[in-house]
């Protein structure tokens, strides 16, 4: 019998490579995705002939093998998809270090290219979605017909609810969106490098779905970015050194539905993401205060307090006072998405957060924090999710 | 408007342009390609013989060539007749539109070869403004008197237009987004065609459960029924969607989960309510909107029953 635990600091991410992030990349999806790929590999120091496994997201459009194909890759003996959109960041870096730590494989890389905004954009919804009969778009026949049919919708109905349990204000949401954009100002890699913005201005951006503002939601981008995955003990070796993976974890819980989980007897909270925090905090042995910065998944403000609450950095319901007394920007307690986050530097499905948790350990951040051991990284919330603790190699 | 009504009238009894002498004369060859064309084998216009037998004095033209005799085709067009500025008026009012409503002919005598008949139009009449299936417009007859070489009325035939405003299009709504139908979830969107917010009930266990599925999660029984809702709930959470805009909904457009008193939960609209005084614990009822042929939904409107 075996549990999460047996991964628990076996493995490492000893590359990472994006490409710009843009709202137009003028170039097809798989040309992104072998474009930071190459660049990962390069980090890493790891030629391309030696990848033998690839993990990206079965939202993707770049097939495993159409990526190893291009880049001139050998034999491939894991190709594995992880499902629910956002939810699959950390889940895709959970099947690298499981086949690393069983032998299976050697290096694995996990990518995620799109061409969100000049593309398909997600922002729009599903309201085209073809209702072809079958369990999926079904889901979506209890909202669609009623014109809830954005992930900015979806979410807000749970902010609704969380603001109506707790106390929990618009402001409070945007003190999230502050602190992102902040870190963001400083990114030269961030769409909205060098361009802060103040509490206020998110009060006055325009409604998009009350309760969230437009200055709530992520950005739309066009980017990738991928990430590579091998031994611990290859870390030595890594040219620009490597961030443990100390625990990684998928949750999904009771009831669970896809953005919309409105059933369940409390709809403010993240129960699968309590399911993830649980796993990682029981797989490093870390508990919230080993943790000094997060990338905490973004792409609406609201689930940011939630998160906070289900990985134990404060009570229920105590998020908006978390972030306003300790702080989630540098120089607080925690600050959270030192790369700008979704809203400020890119919305790459949650993958270039995880490329932050590794420069965190690295050392090498544009807003690095002071004194890193361990990076806690987050992946979508609202659906079936993920996480990961990255540790330096002592 | 009567501006508009007064100038028209002014065209009635105007001529339009000068007699037109045909062309050609009634003769035996174009008779003939009239007859094979519409296929009329009467031998009064084909056979001298015949027509004799009949009373006449030889071969007769079919009557309805009547027109036919001084029509000049495109290339007579001068556009500066009065019947031009008639419409180049009523186009200027947005009576853009033509099409023809009636043509009377009357024949006074069948013409014979050799007659050359000559054309004398004129405005007879334009109506008051009416509306039409097509639109709003005004009728014009013209009167077309065919007059032989003596001067004698052969046939006369009155034409009426209709020139109107094109109605705009009126797009059809663009209807809601379809619910894919299932197995699992058909009944309950068969019911609200009905007018019956069901709830799908475990027929073991008897919990209730929304949205529904093949399976009991409390007792794995497959075996299902429904209980009909009471429609009456409570506003669990709710959103007011600003952006994006789908065609098919009015913004700022409320959606909410309701709590039924039930205990399920389902998510609707919220009606009848500015989207400002929509309140979690607001209590709700449920009424049926058919949105088209296919779809009828429940929405809630604030009150208790």
Same mark, same amino acid.
């Given at each position: ?157 749970? $902010? &609704?609810?969380?603001?109506? *349990?707790?106390?929990? !204000?618009?402001? @409070? ?6 602190? +992102?954009? =902040? ?93 993830? $925090? &649980?796993?990682?905090?029981? *797989?490093?042995?870390? !508990?919230?205060? @080993? ?6 998944? +973004?792409? =609406? ?94 | ?305």
């Amino acid at each position: 019998m075996s549990d999460a635990s047996d991964i628990g600091g076996r493995t490492a991410i000893v590359g990472i490579g994006a490409t710009e992030f843009s709202k137009d990349s003028g170039r097809s999806e798989l040309r992104l995705a072998v474009e930071a790929t190459k660049a990962a590999l390069d980090d890493a120091g790891i030629a391309p002939s030696e990848v033998d496994g690839m993990v990206t997201f079965t939202m993707d459009n770049n097939p495993e093998i159409e990526v190893a194909r291009n880049l001139g890759m050998n034999d491939l003996k894991l190709f594995s998809r992880v499902h629910y959109g956002g939810g699959a960041g950390g889940g895709t870096i959970l099947q690298a270090a499981m086949a690393v730590a069983s032998g299976v494989c050697d290096v694995v890389v996990c990518y995620r290219a799109f061409n969100e905004r000049s593309g398909h954009r997600f922002g729009i919804g599903v309201q085209d979605r073809p209702p072809a009969p079958n369990t999926e778009n079904a889901h979506y026949a209890w909202y669609s017909p009623y014109g809830l049919v954005t992930p900015a919708q979806w979410v807000a109905m749970f $902010a &609704r609810r969380y603001m109506h *349990t707790y106390g929990a !204000t618009s402001e @409070d949401f945007g003190r999230v969106a502050v602190a +992102d954009r =902040f870190h963001a100002s400083t990114n030269p890699a961030a769409w909205f490098f060098q361009q802060p913005i103040t509490l206020e201005e998110h009060q006055a951006s325009r409604w998009i779905v009350e309760p969230l503002h437009l200055l709530d939601c992520c950005q739309e981008s066009d980017g990738a970015q991928a990430l590579i995955i091998t031994s611990r003990d290859r870390v030595k070796d890594s040219p620009n050194g490597g961030a443990i993976i100390e625990a990684a974890a998928q949750g999904a819980s009771k009831g669970q539905e896809m953005m919309t989980s409105y059933y369940r007897d409390d709809m403010a909270g993240l129960p699968e993401m309590g399911l993830v $925090a &649980r796993q990682l905090w029981a *797989t490093s042995s870390l !508990t919230p205060a @080993d943790i000094q910065t997060a990338v905490i998944y +973004d792409h =609406f403000t609201p689930f940011v307090l939630c998160q906070l609450e289900e990985f134990g950095f404060c009570g229920r319901g105590e998020a908006k006072d978390f972030i306003k007394d300790e702080g989630i920007e540098l120089g607080g307690r925690l600050p959270i998405n030192t790369n700008g986050g979704q809203l400020g530097e890119a919305y790459i499905h949650g993958m270039n957060g995880i490329a932050e948790g590794v420069r965190q350990v690295r050392g090498n951040s544009v807003n690095q924090v002071p004194n890193v051991q361990y990076v806690l990284v987050t992946a979508g919330t609202g659906v079936p999710t993920s996480g990961l603790i990255l540790g330096r190699d002592n | 408007m009567s501006e508009l009504i007064d100038a028209l009238r002014a065209f009635e009894g105007r001529v339009i342009g000068p007699p037109t002498r045909a062309l050609d004369a009634v003769n035996e060859p174009m008779i003939r390609h009239w007859c094979d064309a519409i296929d009329d084998r009467n031998p009064i216009y084909l056979d001298n013989d015949a027509a004799k037998a009949n009373g006449h004095r030889g071969i007769v033209a079919p009557p309805t060539m009547l027109q036919a005799w001084s029509m000049r085709g495109l290339g007579g067009r001068t556009g500066a007749t009065a019947q031009d500025d008639l419409l180049r008026l009523l186009d200027s009012h947005g009576f853009t539109s033509v099409v023809a409503t009636n043509c009377d002919q009357e024949y006074m005598r069948y013409l014979e070869p050799g007659d050359r008949v000559t054309t004398t139009v004129t405005i007879e009449a334009v109506s008051d403004e009416k509306k039409t299936g097509l639109g709003v417009g005004h009728f014009v007859t013209t009167l077309q008197e065919y007059r032989d070489d003596a001067g004698e009325v052969v046939g006369t035939m009155r034409f009426r237009i209709l020139k109107f405003a094109p109605q705009p299009k009126v797009e059809p709504r663009p209807q809601r987004p379809r619910p894919s139908i299932t197995r699992d979830n058909a009944f309950w969107f068969e019911a609200a065609k009905q007018h019956q917010l069901l709830i799908q009930r475990c027929a073991r266990c008897r919990q209730l459960r929304h949205p529904p599925g093949p399976m009991c999660p409390h007792c794995h029984s497959l075996e299902w029924d429904t209980v009909d809702a009471s429609g009456r709930g409570a506003i669990y959470s709710f959103v007011v969607n600003h952006h994006p805009q789908v065609p098919a909904f009015d913004y700022p457009l409320v959606v909410a989960v309701i709590e039924l008193e039930e205990g399920t939960r389902l998510v609707s609209n919220v009606i009848g309510i500015e989207a400002h005084d929509v309140e979690i614990g607001m209590p709700v009822v449920a009424e049926f909107v058919a949105f088209d042929d296919e779809l009828t939904l429940p929405q809630f409107r604030p009150g208790l029953n």
